[in-house]
Nanobody, 127 residues
Framework: QVQLVESGGGLVQAGGSLRLSCAASLRPFSSYIMGWFRQSPGKEREYVASISQSGGNTDYPDSVKGRFTISRDNAKNTVYLQMNSLKPEDTAVYYC????????????????????WGQGTQVTVSS
């Protein structure tokens, strides 16, 4: 059974930092494109970041570019999201996602492109 388990969420003040982790049972992990999305109440799921299989390609929307960094450790089957300079509007449930694309160095921006999803971790940024 494929599992993606997020951790690291919590309550932080505006301007603070958090690092999210997503541990994956996917094998081989290095063949999966990984992504992070977020969703707040009443809003659609929003793309946050994507990383290619080797970690050589990363991508972010303008809303988080320069503040968030996605990375992965293929030896630990884990993807991370370092979030700095957090704002109240970053408050959401953050989801890890994965899709199998052997031999690709792409990133994926659309939620429908990802087959596997975690349960999410809550991030709350107070003003």
């Amino acid at each position: 059974q494929v599992q993606l388990v997020e951790s690291g969420g919590g309550l932080v003040q505006a301007g603070g930092s958090l690092r999210l982790s997503c541990a994956a049972s996917l094998r081989p992990f290095s063949s999966y494109i990984m992504g992070w999305f977020r969703q707040s109440p009443g809003k659609e799921r929003e793309y946050v970041a994507s990383i290619s299989q080797s970690g050589g390609n990363t991508d972010y929307p303008d809303s988080v570019k320069g503040r968030f960094t996605i990375s992965r450790d293929n030896a630990k089957n884990t993807v991370y999201l370092q979030m700095n300079s957090l704002k109240p509007e970053d408050t959401a449930v953050y989801y890890c996602a994965a899709d199998l694309r052997p031999g690709s160095s792409r990133i994926l921006r659309a939620s429908w492109e990802y087959r596997y999803w975690g349960q999410g971790t809550q991030v709350t940024v107070s003003s």
